[in-house]
């Protein structure tokens, strides 16, 4: 069964808009962090921001917020005023497992494409 | 500085042929260490972490092998590569368990012919 689940392939936006990329994950760890991950075309993967299970309040981190929903076991990244320059894939990550055992296991990914 | 380096950034293979692929880290000591792959146009799959020397933990049966050779070294080979092995490989290491957490290097893009 898939662990993190990002259902939208791709998604566009306009520039200066807001935009929510859709990220639901499964898990029976109590302990965990979510985080979310740029990788523009040069392949690069770029941290943009991180939620732990504990954590009382959504992470913000400048444009990007996470609303994060426990219950629902949702994720989702929000990006805020749009910028050309946000056109690349976003994956959604999940880390599971203590300091000997940890591994991030990611989602497939959502290609925005930001358009003026 | 903390920072990581992989390399090469690019490689061209014929099928049957060895590889090695080496990743390194700077400016930390006992990091956990991850390979992972990602084929064109899909997400990333984790293929071994190791979290100490000689430690190597793989998580898909796969025609590639493992090995951490020293504390901030770790380095993916085959014997023989298939068709199927083509992609872009990534390496990341562990920072700390909270934000920013894994940090990944730029990455090696295999083809193999």
């Known amino acids: 069964a898939q662990k993190i689940t990002q259902t939208q392939p791709g998604m566009f936006v306009q520039e200066k808009e807001a935009v929510t990329l859709d990220c639901t994950y499964d898990t029976s760890d109590p302990s965990y962090g979510l985080f979310w991950y740029k990788q523009p075309s040069s392949g690069e993967m770029i941290f943009l921001i991180y939620q732990g299970s504990y954590d009382q309040q959504n992470a913000t981190e400048g444009r990007y917020s996470l609303n994060f929903q426990k219950a629902r076991k949702s994720a989702n990244l929000v990006i805020s005023a749009s910028q050309l320059g946000d056109s690349a894939m976003y994956f959604c990550?999940?880390?599971?497992?203590?300091?000997?055992?940890?591994?991030?296991?990611f989602g497939t990914g959502t290609r925005l494409q930001v358009f003026p | 500085s903390q920072t990581i380096h992989q390399w090469p950034a690019t490689l061209v293979q014929p099928v049957g042929s060895p590889l090695s692929l080496e990743c390194t880290v700077e400016?930390?000591?006992?990091?956990?260490l991850y390979w992972y792959r990602q084929a064109a146009g899909r997400g990333l799959q984790l293929l071994f972490y190791?979290?100490?020397?000689?430690?190597i933990s793989s998580e898909v049966p796969q025609n590639l092998s493992a090995s951490r050779p020293q504390d901030r070294q770790f380095i993916l080979s085959s014997k023989k590569l298939l068709l199927s092995d083509s992609g872009f490989y990534l390496c990341?290491?562990?920072?700390?368990?909270?934000?920013?957490?894994?940090?990944f290097g730029s990455g090696t893009r295999l083809t193999v012919v």
């Open positions: 400016g930390t000591s006992n990091p956990n």
């Open positions: 990550a999940m880390r599971e497992g203590d300091r000997n055992t940890d591994k991030l296991i």
């Open positions: 190791s979290v100490g020397i000689g430690q």
């Open positions: 990341a290491w562990r920072r700390d368990a909270r934000a920013g957490g894994y940090t």
